[in-house]
């Protein structure tokens, strides 16, 4: 049964009749057109249903976006969300009638969803961002050369698209409407949104990971607002019935951007960051392209407050491509005596200069959703604590007990326990072994928590403060399991820009090939780990962080790059990671300090021997291998990163990153 049939008995209907004055508004109109004009679809849209919420007290312009997207999807009715507890409630209950949410009754009002198998990630070959110029969303690579730094598609292309996806795509469904603010409500440095969908598992999520419902609709007055469009795209009645009740639309699945109009359209998916659009679609591409415009940054960085012995607080923003424990560091305990650590943020920092020169951040989040597989007790405790209540699992496995399970938890699990798989496998265990020979795993890889941030113990005291926290170090990292030490800091902010240009990380290319095969670890590109992220040319990107150099007064954060991941000639880690690595924030923040506890090598300042501190480290440590920075190594190293910068960002390069590398090539040489 859909949502729409209970919600209809549950929620007065009322009908909003403006026709006349629709048509008078449309002039307001600049947003993506379908092909009958934005007029008609909102005078088709007048007599619409309105189960929750009044039209009439939306501020013009929002209504104006509401009743043409309403006009051009043709939902049965629309549903303004007030995003209170009680509203949430009855969604929750709608979903759990839908089959869509399943309680889970170990923990305080948490759910599990299944998806459709075929909606489980991000599909970054599907999500393109669209403006007049190619140039303006990606670098021109060179002939015979496939781009890496984002996927652009013409105006044109992009309207057929949208016209063979959304006229008519809610038939049957609600649209609900969702005002949610990106950022501390009121803070200057955050942004409003409106996201219409007709997924309700979209409303509850974008209610954890964003401040959503009607305090941020009144944040918005007659100022700007990103403009959202979500769809399922599965129309009422469905050919097929959904599997796992997760309808969605993988074929025609599509995510697209128009930074020109700070406007977003997604269709077809269901799953986390093709459908939360406040995420990676807003704060990211979208928000990129809008701090470009403004002078400041939005990055794919974690926030977090460190605070030494003697009381004195520094904030660090890090970046780091996927897998490579960036949920765990932004929650990370301390293993050092007397420091203390505390998570502004785990994904996206929006980061201005203030008056004073200072870089302020907030995190625009006020949820996790983060990877479930390989959190637990050991690797991420605050993580453990902050999931136990009010909290939406994804393609987990579930317990007997009523639990979530997922790879990673083995130790935490009642032995005699029953496990189901996300596919719905009873008495899973983990030496389960399929036909093939293949293991078949608990949870997805992919699986997700999304969890309120305010649970996370470890939360820093600011991180709602609307003027940011300050940030003393920005942090690269990458998993580099060769060559790469396990710290060193940049000469300066042209030679740091480099650094973030420059990050690689191993990632598993895919878990098999086509025969069922492992593939190899393979080292990917991943600048400022943001390449899928990018809301314009990566290229322009890279001079919009070098032009904060050539401003008068800016206290520029110190720059660095951490690599927990570096493998000795057996293939064990070279370096204990997790709460260990502490030890090397500690060493950040003495440079933060101007402690003279660096010395130059050829890749930058690196620690003098024994500034790391290794007091009560449990394992004995190699530090001698990782520092070692091999020659032959650095070379390659420079001529991948000469090749790859070529290749795909070719004549939008700026000339400082190639000095950079230059200098650097030159200086290995001299090794
Ligand atoms: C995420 C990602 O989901 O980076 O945070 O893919
Ligand atoms: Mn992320």
Redesign the pocket.
């Known amino acids: 049964m859909s949502s729409l049939i209970s919600l209809r008995n549950i929620f007065t209907r009322r009908t909003y009749n403006v026709a006349k004055s629709l048509a008078a508004q449309t002039h307001l109109h600049h947003g993506l057109r379908h092909k009958s004009s934005a007029a008609s679809d909102a005078i088709a849209a007048a007599s619409i249903k309105v189960a929750n919420g009044n039209l009439n007290d939306l501020q013009p312009h929002v209504r104006q976006y509401v009743l043409e997207k309403a006009g051009l999807c043709k939902p049965d009715q629309i549903y303004i969300c007030d995003g209170s507890e009680e509203e949430n409630q009855s969604f929750i209950k709608q979903l759990e009638k839908d089959g869509l949410l399943k309680k889970l009754p170990k923990y305080d009002n948490c759910y599990l969803a299944l998806t459709d198998p075929k909606d489980v990630a991000r599909v970054e070959h599907k999500t393109v961002i669209s403006t007049k110029n190619q140039r303006d969303t990606i670098p021109i690579v060179e002939d015979g050369i496939k781009g890496q730094v984002g996927y652009w598609m013409s105006p044109r292309k992009l309207q057929e698209e949208l016209d063979d996806r959304f006229p008519g795509c809610m038939k049957g469904r609600t649209m609900y409407v969702i005002p949610f603010s990106m950022g501390p409500i009121g803070s200057p440095l955050g942004k409003i949104g409106i996201e219409l969908t007709d997924s309700l598992y979209v409303v509850a999520s974008m209610r954890i990971m964003t401040r959503m419902g009607a305090a941020a609709m009144k944040a918005i007055g007659s100022g700007e607002f990103v403009k959202c469009l979500h769809s399922i795209g599965q129309p009422l009645p469905m050919e097929k019935k959904p599997t796992n009740h997760w309808p969605c639309n993988p074929p025609k699945t599509l995510i697209t951007h128009i930074p020109d109009k700070r406007e977003i359209a997604s269709f077809g998916s269901g799953y986390g960051?093709n459908s939360l659009l406040g995420?990676?679609c807003f704060a990211l591409r979208i928000a990129s392209r809008i701090a470009k415009d403004e002078g400041w940054l939005a990055e794919?960085m974690l926030i977090l407050g460190l605070t030494n012995p003697q009381g004195v607080k520094r904030y660090v923003a890090a970046a780091f491509p996927?897998a490579c424990g960036?949920t765990n560091l932004a929650m990370i305990n301390p293993t050092l005596p007397g420091w203390k650590a505390e998570c502004v943020g785990d994904?996206?920092a929006w980061m201005k200069f203030d008056e004073e020169g200072r870089l302020r951040a907030i995190n625009p989040e006020y949820g996790f959703f983060g990877v479930a597989p390989g959190t637990s007790h050991d690797t991420n405790p605050n993580a453990m604590e902050t999931i136990k209540s009010n909290t939406v699992f994804t393609n987990v496995a579930e317990t007997g007990d009523g639990g979530f399970f997922w790879e990673g938890l083995e130790k935490e699990v009642d032995k005699n326990v029953d496990i189901t798989t996300w596919l719905g496998h009873k008495n899973w265990h983990k030496d389960m072994l399929s036909d093939a020979g293949k293991k078949i795993l608990s949870a997805h890889p992919n699986s997700r928590f999304c969890a309120p941030a305010s649970q996370c113990p470890v939360m820093d005291p600011a991180w709602e403060d609307p003027r940011g926290v300050p940030i003393d170090a920005i942090i690269f990292g990458g998993r580099r399991p060769k060559g790469v030490p396990l710290v060193y800091e940049a000469f300066n902010w042209q030679h740091g820009v480099f650094i973030g240009a420059s990050m690689r990380s191993e990632a598993t290319a895919a878990a098999q090939d086509a025969s069922g095969k492992a593939m190899p670890k393979v080292v990917m590109h991943d600048p400022f780990?943001m390449r899928p992220?990018f809301g314009y040319n990566f290229g322009d990107y890279l001079a919009h962080w070098l032009s904060f150099q050539e401003k008068p007064g800016y206290k520029l954060p110190k720059i660095f790059h951490v690599n927990w991941f570096r493998k000795d000639s057996n293939g064990s880690f070279m370096w204990p990671g997790f709460g260990e690595n502490t030890r090397v924030l500690e060493w950040i923040f003495k440079r933060c300090n101007e402690d003279n506890v660096a010395e130059k090598s050829a890749i930058g300042y690196v620690p003098t021997e024994g500034s790391i501190n290794l007091d009560g480290l449990k394992e004995s440590v190699d530090m001698h291998g990782l520092y070692h920075l091999p020659k032959d190594f650095w070379l390659e190293e420079c001529q991948a990163i000469r090749k790859y910068l070529k290749e795909q960002v070719n004549k939008d390069l700026p000339e400082a990153i190639k000095l950079e590398l230059d200098a650097l090539e030159q200086r290995v040489r001299k090794m």
């Open positions: 960051g995420k990676k794919h996927s960036k994904d996206i780990a992220f």
